[in-house]
């Protein structure tokens, strides 16, 4: 489940600037025509302050097109968006200047939207807009960052939901529009450079492993107090990955320092950045078990400890090799048993020139830990005259068939 709450490590007065310059695009071209003829809206609630702004703002003229961009439902039963409103999803994307999408929650913008976003746990079907009010133009867009374990598939069955969606913007590879923004991914350093590719590669590419120059990892990963083994954080204890029996059974063998509501209170630490922190020093390693064994569900918790000098140990159904360079993580799946597992994370706790090896990716990559691509992806499709009119017949098939489903727990380990 993405995290809600905290606009990711943004400080409150960025997230204020861009809300800010979203209201300001807005209220430069959206809003002046249609307060002529519209009482108190949900923007105007928002932002008291828009009519003043209008005033003092010039407003440049060559603007080619605008494109609106609704959020239909909820997010998580707020009145919220992953990414924000106004401009401020947009802010970071490389488009052409004639070109703006502005995101708004405002309902009575519903037939000038160019595209409807539905976040499927919020998706009410005695809630939809109206049938007839549909235009041919507007792309419906089926909108969910959690698994098909955790989607109500009954609800998806509905014959209102047949032909509706037109199109997908999910953490699965084969989305139409591939959306990682909760979640995380790699990304090249050098964005010119032909010999590396961003993560994750697409569905399908051919495997082109990532060579790294051992002479070159001059990257300062300090040793002098990671001497704790394994750290997992988790509230959620009863998975169907099994993941906590794999974690008992490793703790046979290893020290398990188990932080959240999983643990028996004996491990704490008491805020993110805390957290993070300790992990940075003390830990070699965290554990990045998903609670659902799904195609290319690949969370958070994989770019957490990448970003925090820790090598992940994953546990998942996607192909870790599309999602990592080689040699930067460990994988639960290719090991025969937990003693196996747990013997290797021994053997790496004292041969320290093996453990290091594995941060040799910092040579050619970051972790990007809130990626924009989605929404600029989307803006760029409805900007697009040449995109082509799609719709999915049965939507729950597509989320969950027989080659896209979730795995039962491997049984030689849980
Ligand atoms: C905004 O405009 C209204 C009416 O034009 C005025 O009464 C109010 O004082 C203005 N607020 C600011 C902060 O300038
Ligand atoms: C969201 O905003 C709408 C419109 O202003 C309001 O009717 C609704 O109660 C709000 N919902 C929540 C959960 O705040
Ligand atoms: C933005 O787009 C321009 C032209 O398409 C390109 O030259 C530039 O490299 C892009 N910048 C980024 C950060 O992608
Ligand atoms: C949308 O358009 C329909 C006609 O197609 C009209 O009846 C309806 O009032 C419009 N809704 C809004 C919110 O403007
Ligand atoms: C790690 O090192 C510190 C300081 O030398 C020591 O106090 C601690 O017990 C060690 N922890 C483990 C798990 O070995
Ligand atoms: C909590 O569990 C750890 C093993 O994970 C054990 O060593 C410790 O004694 C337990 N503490 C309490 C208070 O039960
Ligand atoms: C979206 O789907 C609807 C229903 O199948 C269809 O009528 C409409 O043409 C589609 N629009 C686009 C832009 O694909
Ligand atoms: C599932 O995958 C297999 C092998 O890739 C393919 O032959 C089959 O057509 C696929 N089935 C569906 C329903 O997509």
Request: hydrophobic content about 35%.
């Amino acid at each position: 489940m993405p995290k809600l709450i905290g606009w990711r490590l943004k400080p409150a007065s960025c997230w204020l600037a861009s809300t800010f310059v979203g209201v300001i695009i807005a209220s430069c071209y959206l809003l002046p025509a249609y307060w002529n003829n519209h009482p108190l809206s949900f923007h105007e609630q928002q932002f008291g302050a828009i009519k003043n702004l209008t005033e003092i703002l010039p407003c440049s003229k060559n603007l080619d097109r605008k494109i609106i961009i609704l959020q239909w439902t909820t997010y998580f039963w707020k009145n919220e968006s992953e990414y924000g409103f106004g401009g401020a999803p947009f802010d970071r994307c490389n488009h052409s200047r004639s070109v703006i999408c502005l995101m708004t929650m405002d309902r009575s913008l519903v037939n000038e939207s160019d595209a409807i976003i539905f976040h499927v746990r919020d998706l009410n079907p005695n809630d939809l807009p109206p049938v007839e009010w549909r235009r041919p133009h507007q792309h419906y867009i089926f909108f969910f960052y959690e698994s098909p374990m955790h989607t109500d598939m009954a609800k998806l069955r509905l014959p209102v939901f047949q032909h509706f969606f037109n199109r997908t913007m999910t953490y699965r590879r084969d989305s139409d529009i591939l959306d990682l923004h909760p979640y995380g991914r790699m990304k090249c350093i050098d964005t010119s450079s032909r010999s590396c590719l961003n993560y994750p590669r697409s569905n399908g590419s051919p495997v082109v492993e990532d060579t790294f120059d051992s002479a070159k990892n001059s990257f300062q990963i300090d040793l002098s107090l990671k001497n704790r083994t394994v750290a997992w954080f988790a509230t959620n204890c009863n998975t169907d990955s099994r993941r906590e029996s794999l974690i008992h059974s490793l703790s046979l063998f290893i020290p398990v320092d188990i932080y959240g509501s999983c643990g028996n209170g004996s491990h704490r630490c008491t805020n993110r950045v805390d957290c993070d922190l300790m992990l940075n020093r003390y830990y070699r390693f965290y554990l990045s078990f998903e609670n659902s064994l799904c195609t290319d569900y690949v969370t958070e918790k994989l770019y957490r400890p990448m970003d925090h000098d820790t090598v992940p140990v994953v546990y998942g159904e996607a192909d870790y090799s599309s999602y990592l360079p080689a040699g930067s993580y460990i994988n639960a799946r290719d090991f025969d048993s937990p003693r196996s597992l747990a013997n290797h994370l021994n053997k790496l706790m004292n041969d320290d020139e093996l453990y290091l090896s594995y941060f040799a990716w910092r040579q050619k990559y970051v972790v990007d830990r809130a990626p924009v691509d989605g929404m600029c992806q989307l803006c760029r499709l409805l900007s697009d005259e040449n995109t082509k009119e799609k719709s999915y017949a049965d939507i729950a098939t597509w989320w969950y068939s027989v080659n896209q489903t979730c795995r039962s727990p491997p049984a030689s380990l849980v």
